[in-house]
């Protein structure tokens, strides 16, 4: 680990754990970054010192669940959204800690917007999230008798465009 997890204050320290222990990641590094950003620590050097206290605090964190991904638990989420769920459908999206990862979102009529309906990672072995975020969103749209939308399932690309989902 760096020299940057002794520079933070024991109440920090703390504060830092307690998040990583409930596998709230994104917290635990604005606290770390808002600590020593005076000392110009970076977003990315933030980041690896959350890393390195996940190896350190090792099995006892307490890491979420996935989103679930079978359709009742989809269309549930789909049905709770204010208004009609016009489409389904997936983007790209990515980050340093996670690499690329898919939203499944609900395209919403009215009032218009849109729901996130779940959250899709890379597994261990098995699909990419990709394939499974596909398959997932397919299947819903089927079932709620929607139009179903994800532009580059087999490569990851955040700069797709947006918009209604095309009727197949």
């Not at 009742?72 to 016009?86: I, M, N, Q």
């Not at 979102?105 to 990672?121: F, I, K, S």
């Amino acid at each position: 680990m760096s020299g940057w997890w002794d520079y933070l204050e024991e109440q920090t320290r703390q504060e830092v754990d307690a998040s990583v222990l409930g596998d709230r990641r994104m917290t635990a590094v604005r606290a770390v970054w808002e600590a020593l950003r005076p000392m110009d620590l970076g977003l990315r050097e933030a980041e690896q010192v959350v890393h390195a206290r996940y190896a350190a605090l090792g099995d006892r964190v307490r890491y979420s669940r996935p989103d679930p991904l079978d359709v009742p638990s989809l269309a549930a989420r789909a049905t709770a959204f204010p208004g009609r769920v016009a489409g389904v459908e997936a983007l790209w999206d990515g980050d340093t800690v996670h690499d690329w990862f898919v939203l499944l979102v609900a395209v919403l009529e009215r009032p218009a917007g849109e729901g996130h309906l779940a959250t899709v990672h890379r597994g261990p072995g098995g699909p990419g999230p990709g394939t499974v975020a596909a398959g997932a969103g397919r299947a819903l749209a089927d079932h709620l008798g929607v139009p179903f939308r994800f532009d580059s399932p087999d490569v990851p690309d955040d700069g797709s465009p947006r918009g209604r989902p095309r009727v197949p």
